[in-house]
């Protein structure tokens, strides 16, 4: 490992690009990306649409591979592994949080959550407990039974970061967790993330909306398949968005989940 790297780097991305073959044309989704992201950090990624940043976001998440360039997470290196391989890895260590969250319909809260831990392999008693324990930490313990139908959208997004920490991941990967959200339980899933953040957890999220960046301490702009900025906040600021927008947390106990009470 690089000797300058401040932290112990989770993420070390290198000349990453994705071409995609459509017909006679060659669609340039990302053109040479390079990018560290330390453990602990929370990144907010902006950027038009089409600049590419699902597309990195999916390479990150070992959704999908680069067509060139070197992926190493946590220290392995990924982009020449095979998709069993890269499976393994997503189980256990990321979390994936979607604009459209994503959820069964049908299906109570508690086994949508379980979810992960059905492909982890995790014993029926165990899945139930930690999905519980998941459901409480942000603030849906009292909605277990209920289908995403029967949830609010806030809630029903909550679900799908209570299904995305469940096999506690190192990472979690938010393609815009806000996008389909009002202002305002958009602020509560931002105060979740951060939160969690807070917990340890490495976060990354794509958002279009300059208030919801505000909450990360660094941010990456993406143009045309290039970061062509990536700036960090003063420490000063770095407790999360501008004065006024945040409200106070009823407490950092993750057994609580009081401060995201439905
Ligand atoms: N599977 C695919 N096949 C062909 N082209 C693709 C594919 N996925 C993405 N693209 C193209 O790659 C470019 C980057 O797409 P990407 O989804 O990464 O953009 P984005 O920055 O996430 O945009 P948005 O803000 O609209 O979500 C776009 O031009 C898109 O059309
Ligand atoms: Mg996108």
């Known amino acids: 490992m690089p000797s300058t790297t401040p932290a112990r780097a989770l993420i070390q991305a290198r000349d990453l690009t994705k071409t995609y073959a459509m017909g006679d044309q060659t669609v340039h989704a990302l053109r040479g990306v390079s990018l560290d992201i330390a453990e602990g950090e929370m990144v907010a990624i902006m950027g038009a649409s089409g600049s590419g940043k699902s597309t990195l976001m999916n390479i990150l998440g070992c959704l999908d591979q680069p067509s060139a360039g070197s992926y190493v997470l946590a220290g392995e290196p990924v982009q020449d592994m095979a998709s069993d391989a890269l499976a393994s890895i997503r189980n256990r260590r990321i979390g994936f949080v979607f604009q459209q969250f994503n959820l069964l319909p049908r299906t109570s809260a508690l086994e949508n959550v379980e979810l992960p831990m059905v492909y982890a392999g995790v014993p029926a008693a165990q899945r139930h407990q ?3 324990a998941a459901l409480e930490r942000v603030g849906l313990g ?8 029967e949830l609010s959208g806030g809630q029903q997004q909550r ?3 209570a299904r995305a920490l469940v096999n506690n991941p190192q990472l979690i990967l938010a393609d815009e967790p806000t996008g389909a959200l009002d ?5 509560d899933i931002m105060q979740l993330l951060t939160e969690l953040n807070r917990q340890g957890m490495t976060v990354v ?3 279009h909306e300059a208030d919801i960046a505000a909450w990360a301490r660094r941010t990456l702009v993406f143009k045309d398949g290039h970061i062509v900025e990536d700036t960090v906040r003063e420490e000063a ?6 004065q ?3 409200a106070p947390l009823g407490g950092s106990d993750p057994q609580s989940g009081g401060a995201w009470g439905p």
């Open 237 to 242: 600021s770095a407790a999360g968005p501008p």
């Open 159 to 161: 679900v799908a970061i």
């Open 244 to 246: 006024g927008a945040r």
């Open 183 to 187: 202002s305002q339980t958009s602020e």
């Open 130 to 132: 930690r999905a519980r």
């Open 205 to 207: 999220l794509v958002t």
């Open 142 to 149: 009292q909605r277990t039974g209920h289908t995403p139908a």
